[in-house]
């Protein structure tokens, strides 16, 4: 894999400039059940019906680039990145101008790209490990391994193992590494929090739920200290621990 050349960056710049404001429980083929979002310390990006925004801490305000039809997001060393099939690329949602040459883009995880036919690449360039057969969602787990989610069952990258279940349509981050659901979830050492499609709950060790503010479809992710939630209109919500709004 390469660097684009310099005729791709300078077409880039411009589609980047033109920016304007602005995971699941929801039936196939509706917004929410297409909204993709990535998240870290550095803020969130998400992408639905081909359009993705990106909004940065703290000021979480959104910047939309003119791209097009992406399929995906994520983070990557601090940068947001969004994956556009049509150009064999993935490129930079805000900052510098950058662009990497990967074939045609299928799903993203922090660390790897992940192409149609499950081949992958690290944001380098650089060849790495993939699958066979299109993923249909990739995360890197907090053990640091990859995995990927595949006709509704979750798979390590590195082995081929098949984690247990069946029937997920998405993947949430744990602190040992993945789990597949149907609702965003993410553990913090206040709980476990949850979008159920009707509320965004907060839920202790036994299983009880200590807080819960309405909220519908979406995707859930934690930012820095704080819970942070994106719904396929493009609002971003921010939360505290407890559930109170920022």
Avoid: I, K
């Amino acid at each position: 894999m390469r660097l684009l050349n310099a005729a791709l960056p300078v077409l880039l710049s411009g589609v980047l400039g033109a920016c304007a404001p602005a995971v699941t429980g929801a039936a196939p083929g509706s917004p929410a059940s297409s909204l993709r979002a990535a998240f870290s310390d550095a803020g969130v990006a998400w992408t639905v019906g081909g359009r993705t925004c990106v909004a940065r801490a703290p000021a979480f305000e959104p910047v939309c680039p003119a791209l097009p039809g992406v399929v995906d997001v994520a983070w990557n060393a601090g940068q947001a990145w969004a994956g556009v099939p049509s150009l064999g690329a993935v490129v930079t949602l805000d900052g510098a101008a950058r662009s990497v040459s990967v074939g045609r883009v299928a799903v993203m995880s922090g660390a790897r790209v992940y192409r149609e036919n499950g081949s992958a690449v690290e944001y380098a360039g650089v060849a790495a490990a993939g699958v066979l057969g299109q993923p249909s969602a990739a995360v890197t787990g907090g053990d640091g391994q990859e995995y990927v989610l595949q006709d509704g069952r979750v798979v390590r990258v590195a082995d081929g193992w098949v984690l247990p279940g069946a029937g997920f349509t998405l993947l949430n981050v744990r602190p040992d590494g993945v789990a597949g659901g149907a609702q965003p979830e993410v553990v913090t050492a206040t709980g476990t929090y949850r979008l159920t499609g009707t509320a965004l709950e907060r839920v202790d060790a036994a299983g009880v739920v200590r807080a819960r503010v309405p909220h519908g479809p979406g995707r859930l992710g934690v930012v820095g200290a704080w819970l942070v939630t994106v719904v396929p209109s493009g609002e971003v919500r921010v939360f505290g621990p407890d559930l109170a709004a920022r």
